[in-house]
T-cell receptor, first 116, second 115 residues
Framework: ETGVTQTPRHLVMGMTNKKSLKCEQH?????MYWYKQSAKKPLELMFV???????ENNSVPSRFSPECPNSSHLFLHLHTLQPEDSALYLC???????????????FGPGTRLTVL | AQKITQTQPGMFVQEKEAVTLDCTYD???????LFWYKQPSSGEMIFLIY??????QNATEGRYSLNFQKARKSANLVISASQLGDSAMYFC????????????FGKGTKLSVKP
C-alpha cells in the first residue's frame, strides 16, 4: 500500500448505529487530519493530530470522536449521526512542519457516508 | 470574509488548449502557502502545485503552473495542453504561517475538457 488509504469507501448507516472510519498513511508523516466535504460547501477541517496529539478541533459535534493510536493510523468513530452528516469524509497526512511549504497535505480517497 | 475565493463555478476548455482557473486569497500574514488540488469524480484530492509567499518565481509542475501575483493576492492555476483526464473539480487552498496544518479551501471550480 502506498500513500493514504481509507476504509470503508462507502458506508450507509442508520441514526442509531455506531461505526468507525479508518485512515492509514504510509508516508512516514507526523500529522493527520479529518475533513468533511458536503455538497456545495468548501472542505471543512474537523480534527488535526500532530504526533498523536490532537492540536485542533473545529467545534465538531461530540457524535464524531477521533482517535489516533499512532502516527500512521487515524480513526473517526461515529454514533447517533444525523442525516445532515451525510458527506464525503477525507483523511489527509503531512510532515507536520511549521513551514507551509514543507507541509503539503496528501489525501486519501475518502469515505462516502450516507446517514438514513 | 472569505479567505479563498474561486469565482468560476464551472469552466469549459477545448482539448489541447490552455485554461486558467482563478483564485484570490485574503490574509494578513506575511508567511503563507498556496496550494492547488484536483478532485476527480472518484473523490480523492490530488495535490498539484504549491506556491510560497516568499517564492520569487512562479511555481511550475509539468503542465501546471501558478500565476502568482502577490500584490493582487491572486494565485491562478494555468493548465497547458488540456487533456480529457483533466476534467475534475479544482480547489485552491491556503495555509497561513501561524496555523499548524489548517488548510482553508475555496469552493472549487469544475473544469470540463471537451474533445
Amino acid at each position: 500500500e502506498t500513500g493514504v488509504t481509507q476504509t470503508p469507501r462507502h458506508l450507509v448507516m442508520g441514526m442509531t448505529n455506531k461505526k468507525s472510519l479508518k485512515c492509514e498513511q504510509h508516508l512516514g508523516h507526523n500529522a493527520m487530519y479529518w475533513y468533511k466535504q458536503s455538497a456545495k460547501k468548501p472542505l471543512e477541517l474537523m480534527f488535526v493530530y500532530s504526533l498523536e496529539e490532537r492540536v485542533e478541533n473545529n467545534s465538531v459535534p461530540s457524535r464524531f470522536s477521533p482517535e489516533c493510536p499512532n502516527s500512521s493510523h487515524l480513526f473517526l468513530h461515529l454514533h447517533t449521526l444525523q442525516p445532515e452528516d451525510s458527506a464525503l469524509y477525507l483523511c489527509a497526512s503531512s510532515q507536520g512542519s511549521a513551514s507551509p511549504g514543507a507541509d503539503t497535505q496528501y489525501f486519501g480517497p475518502g469515505t462516502r457516508l450516507t446517514v438514513l | 470574509a472569505q479567505k479563498i475565493t474561486q469565482t468560476q463555478p464551472g469552466m469549459f476548455v477545448q482539448e489541447k488548449e490552455a485554461v486558467t482557473l482563478d483564485c484570490t486569497y485574503d490574509t494578513s500574514d506575511q508567511s503563507y502557502g498556496l496550494f492547488w488540488y484536483k478532485q476527480p469524480s472518484s473523490g480523492e484530492m490530488i495535490f498539484l502545485i504549491y506556491q510560497g509567499s516568499y517564492d520569487e518565481q512562479n511555481a511550475t509542475e509539468g503542465r501546471y503552473s501558478l500565476n502568482f501575483q502577490k500584490a493582487r493576492k491572486s494565485a491562478n492555476l494555468v493548465i497547458s495542453a488540456s487533456q480529457l483526464g483533466d476534467s475534475a473539480m479544482y480547489f485552491c487552498a491556503m495555509r497561513e504561517g501561524r496555523s499548524q496544518g489548517n488548510l482553508i479551501f475555496g469552493k472549487g471550480t469544475k473544469l470540463s475538457v471537451k474533445p
